[in-house]
């Protein structure tokens, strides 16, 4: 089969390398062979992995040398008033611990932009953000914020409007939020990631625009993102896949008492390692295949028909409202500090 970019994602433990390096054997593995340091820890309900890459590393994954902090819960609703205190009470810790090393004076100036189309709801996480931050009562003289649009509404590259606005304004540190894209069903607006190697709007939606870094700026730029979209063959292979090894499983226990026991409607473990053989003579050989490869298949097949589908939840609106209001809290909790 041709190869193709069905991995797209902006989230760096979504990065085919690290899904790979689960255990802790295999993440020292990975860094002891690639320069790519990975840590776990629990807060309440919110799960945080940072993720440390040398230069080495960048070589062997492919995301920028630098430091990745990734914030999830996975059990998040648009109405789960827990879940999104908890969530930014976490994003505010590690968001501090991100810039422990920059020193900002009183004269120093912050940028902050906000990323994306706000005429499209998915994309609209960053503008949103700019315009809370306006809205608030108070701004305090060190901040300057701007959502400079996108390059098919303003016809020119986003990184140059925000490299204009640096060489005018020499902030100490620039903040681009974004939305970003996934690989995963389950991680749709359920995470935020961190990180300091700055951002290339439209990357994970194969979009790739003009780099917005310290490397290009000469000026720190920490870049927070949302993931918002998923790949439409994504969302067809995690159902196919559910699907095989939910008969997969019901076959397996056909006959034993779990399966005839039951008070209610039995469902089978399908987390369980499974024997996937057991649906072949339904299927066909193609169920044995591996996850990749059915993603595979099913990018090949939209792609031939030229529709190249991004999906994101109906709930979209709820979620970058959501979003939007607890970056804004985060931002000024974190302007409070300074």
């Given at each position: 089969?041709?190869?193709?970019?069905?991995?797209?994602?902006?989230?760096?433990?979504?990065?085919?390398?690290?899904?790979?390096?689960?255990?802790?054997?295999?993440?020292?593995?990975?860094?002891?062979?690639?320069?790519?340091?990975?840590?776990?820890?629990?807060?309440?309900?919110?799960?945080?992995?940072?993720?440390?890459?040398?230069?080495?590393?960048?070589?062997?994954?492919?995301?920028?040398?630098?430091?990745?902090?990734?914030?999830?819960?996975?059990?998040?609703?648009?109405?789960?008033?827990?879940?999104?205190?908890?969530?930014?009470?976490?994003?505010?810790?590690?968001?501090?611990?991100?810039?422990?090393?920059?020193?900002?004076?009183?004269?120093?100036?912050?940028?902050?932009?906000?990323?994306?189309?706000?005429?499209?709801?998915?994309?609209?996480?960053?503008?949103?953000?700019?315009?809370?931050?306006?809205?608030?009562?108070?701004?305090?003289?060190?901040?300057?914020?701007?959502?400079?649009?996108?390059?098919?509404?303003?016809?020119?590259?986003?990184?140059?409007?925000?490299?204009?606005?640096?060489?005018?304004?020499?902030?100490?540190?620039?903040?681009?939020?974004?939305?970003?894209?996934?690989?995963?069903?389950?991680?749709?607006?359920?995470?935020?990631?961190?990180?300091?190697?700055?951002?290339?709007?439209?990357?994970?939606?194969?979009?790739?625009?003009?780099?917005?870094?310290?490397?290009?700026?000469?000026?720190?730029?920490?870049?927070?993102?949302?993931?918002?979209?998923v790949d439409a063959p994504v969302l067809i292979a995690?159902?196919?896949?559910?699907?095989?090894?939910?008969?997969?499983?019901?076959?397996?226990?056909?006959?034993?008492?779990?399966?005839?026991?039951?008070?209610?409607?039995?469902?089978?473990?399908?987390?369980?390692?499974?024997?996937?053989?057991?649906?072949?003579?339904?299927?066909?050989?193609?169920?044995?295949?591996?996850?990749?490869?059915?993603?595979?298949?099913?990018?090949?097949?939209?792609?031939?028909?030229?529709?190249?589908?991004?999906?994101?939840?109906?709930?979209?609106?709820?979620?970058?409202?959501?979003?939007?209001?607890?970056?804004?809290?985060?931002?000024?909790?974190?302007?409070?500090?300074?």
């Amino acid at each position: 089969m041709q190869k193709l970019n069905w991995q797209r994602t902006d989230l760096i433990d979504e990065s085919e390398e690290i899904v790979l390096h689960q255990t802790k054997e295999q993440k020292d593995t990975l860094k002891q062979s690639s320069g790519v340091h990975i840590e776990d820890q629990t807060e309440g309900r919110v799960k945080i992995t940072h993720v440390q890459v040398n230069d080495e590393g960048e070589k062997q994954i492919g995301k920028k040398e630098g430091q990745y902090i990734t914030l999830s819960v996975p059990t998040l609703t648009p109405d789960d008033k827990d879940g999104f205190h908890q969530l930014g009470e976490s994003l505010l810790k590690q968001f501090k611990k991100l810039h422990e090393s920059i020193a900002l004076g009183n004269d120093d100036k912050i940028l902050i932009i906000g990323l994306g189309n706000r005429t499209i709801t998915p994309d609209a996480v960053g503008p949103l953000v700019i315009d809370h931050l306006h809205n608030l009562e108070q701004i305090d003289d060190k901040f300057v914020m701007y959502a400079p649009g996108v390059t098919g509404q303003t016809g020119y590259e986003t990184g140059e409007f925000v490299a204009a606005l640096a060489e005018r304004i020499q902030p100490k540190l620039i903040i681009v939020i974004d939305a970003l894209a996934s690989r995963s069903s389950e991680r749709l607006c359920k995470t935020i990631q961190l990180t300091n190697t700055g951002i290339h709007p439209g990357s994970g939606v194969g979009n790739q625009r003009q780099e917005i870094s310290q490397e290009v700026l000469g000026v720190p730029v920490t870049a927070i993102g949302v993931p918002t979209v998923v790949d439409a063959p994504v969302l067809i292979a995690d159902a196919v896949e559910l699907m095989l090894r939910s008969i997969a499983a019901r076959v397996a226990e056909r006959g034993k008492p779990s399966a005839k026991l039951s008070l209610s409607s039995w469902r089978p473990d399908i987390n369980k390692e499974l024997d996937m053989s057991l649906v072949t003579p339904i299927f066909g050989e193609w169920a044995t295949w591996s996850k990749e490869e059915r993603h595979q298949l099913f990018e090949e097949t939209i792609a031939a028909s030229n529709a190249q589908l991004m999906v994101s939840p109906k709930e979209a609106d709820a979620w970058v409202e959501k979003y939007a209001k607890l970056i804004t809290s985060m931002l000024t909790n974190w302007a409070n500090t300074l």
